[in-house]
């Protein structure tokens, strides 16, 4: 066994790296919700359509976001066979900064007929009509937010994470004041509801990618790197690379997302008050799963770097202590949600007077995800140091499985066949992100045979 000290350094490592991303995580979240906020204090109509735009704006953003994530372990794989390369990193970061051009073409194509996409979803005609109006402005803000997004994994794989938690802090209050702005007309310029907020929208995902600019090109130890220097020049075997290991990524964050947009629409199949109180309880379970994802981002930096210099012990110690970090992290917010569900739930209702039916089935539905937390933390953190390996077609596969053939069987079983009703729809995604957690843990624990180490 290797002595103590390489273990503490290696929490102290894994921390370090993980604050910064848990926060710019909730950050990140804040810039996705504002505009909504907003437009529920203008108009109702205008709130769902934004809502509607928003959620199918982020099932396609999401594919996005996963395949650029390759840049992150490449660059850590990078770091950790040569400390100070150069060269090579600067190729991963220009790559991917093309391959979201390329893949944003065919998102913006998709986005364009959202109002097509929304009928098929069976949505009323008049949140179809203002859904597509919100979504083709918004759209444009996908490519800037990539850009920003490569950025961002560019300084965390540099260890530098506080950089993209400076930006999307910042990234924040713009978008709530150009939001306010724009929706109701102050500042001087004119009010334009729901079109305004698309707008903010838009501008904020660019204030975001001019931000890491600054960033990378004002900081010094960012600028060595000289990443926008031709930037126009090809490199076509990284591009393929980013591709082999980001499009498994961007596949089983997507098969991630839709299963529960699949259980919304589920939820709505009951009734109005399961529909109500699922939004309460993912919302909940949605802010507590930023702490484990930020885990699971460090994990790749980490195991990412031990990869690239072949050093199987560092590899494992690295993903161990992410796993131990994630699940202790997990198990006190399980605590908090399951001692403090009636709390909870009173925060968004006002109290269970406020409505006796909904406020029932939020807190059972909360005690579900209390459990759930320590799977669904399993289950990022396996697939973020299977990441680290660059190990993302299998990952995807057991996702396949465990979400659309465990999660939604269970869940459609439960809930439209037994008394469970809402309660059972929670326990299916429960039941898939189990099966996933398990399925990657045990790929993890065989990780020597596979390809281990580059080279």
């Known amino acids: 066994m290797p002595a103590p000290a390489p273990w503490r350094a290696e929490m102290r490592a894994t921390l370090a790296l993980a604050w910064p991303l848990m926060l710019g995580n909730l950050a990140q979240m804040a810039i996705n919700t504002t505009d909504v906020l907003i437009l529920g204090r203008y108009d109702v109509d205008a709130l769902a359509a934004a809502a509607l735009g928003v959620n199918l704006f982020w099932a396609f953003g999401i594919f996005g976001m996963g395949v650029v994530t390759a840049s992150s372990p490449l660059i850590a794989a990078t770091r950790g066979r040569r400390a100070y390369a150069v060269r090579d990193v600067r190729r991963t970061v220009r790559q991917a900064g093309w391959v979201a051009v390329f893949i944003c073409l065919p998102i913006w194509a998709m986005l364009w007929h959202s109002d097509a996409i929304l009928r098929l979803l069976g949505q009323e005609p008049a949140m179809v009509e203002g859904g597509a109006r919100f979504i083709r402005i918004a759209m ?22 506080i950089w993209g ?16 702005a724009l929706v109701f007309g102050r500042l001087g310029l004119p009010e334009m509801g729901l079109e305004g907020a698309a707008i903010a929208n838009a501008l904020a995902n660019l204030f975001l990618f001019l931000g890491m600019v600054a960033v990378v090109q004002g900081v010094r130890r960012f600028r060595r790197y000289r990443l926008f220097g031709r930037f126009w020049r090809s490199d076509w075997p990284r591009f393929r690379e980013l591709l082999r290991v980001g499009v498994p990524i961007g596949m089983m964050l997507g098969l991630e997302v839709t299963i529960f947009n699949a259980a919304v629409f589920l939820m709505g199949m009951i009734d109005r008050a399961s529909l109500a109180a699922h939004a309460i309880a993912i919302q909940v379970a949605a802010l507590a799963f930023q702490l484990p994802f930020g885990i699971s981002q460090a994990a790749t930096v980490r195991v990412g770097l031990f990869y690239g210099r072949r050093d199987r012990a560092g590899i494992a110690r690295a993903g161990w202590t992410a796993f131990a970090i994630g699940l202790a992290m997990a198990l006190v917010l399980s605590l908090a949600m399951a001692l403090g569900a009636e709390s909870i739930v009173g925060e968004f209702l006002g109290g269970a007077q406020a409505d006796p039916i909904v406020f029932g089935l939020a807190r059972d539905f909360l005690m579900v995800a209390a459990v759930f937390q320590l799977v669904d933390a399993t289950q990022a953190i396996g697939a973020g140091v299977l990441r680290g390996l660059q ?10 499985f465990g979400y659309w053939i465990v999660g939604i069987g269970v869940a459609v079983g439960l809930a439209f066949y037994t ?29 020597d045979s596979f390809a281990l180490v580059p080279g």
Do not use: K, Q, S
């Not at 938690?165 to 306010?180: K, M, P, Q, S």
């Not at 993302?392 to 396949?400: G, K, Q």
């Not at 929670?426 to 045990?442: D, F, H, K, P």
């Open 140 to 161: 444009w803000g996908v490519l800037p937010f990539l850009l920003h997004l490569v950025l961002r994994l560019y300084v965390t794989a540099l260890e530098r994470p």
């Open 165 to 180: 938690l400076v930006v999307t802090a910042a990234g924040v209050a713009f978008n709530a004041l150009a939001c306010w």
């Open 391 to 400: 190990d993302t077609r299998v990952p995807m596969v057991i996702a396949l």
């Open 419 to 447: 008394p469970l009703a809402g309660v059972g729809i929670w326990i299916g995604l429960a039941a898939g992100l189990g099966v996933v957690a398990v399925l990657l843990v045990a790929r993890w624990m065989a990780r």
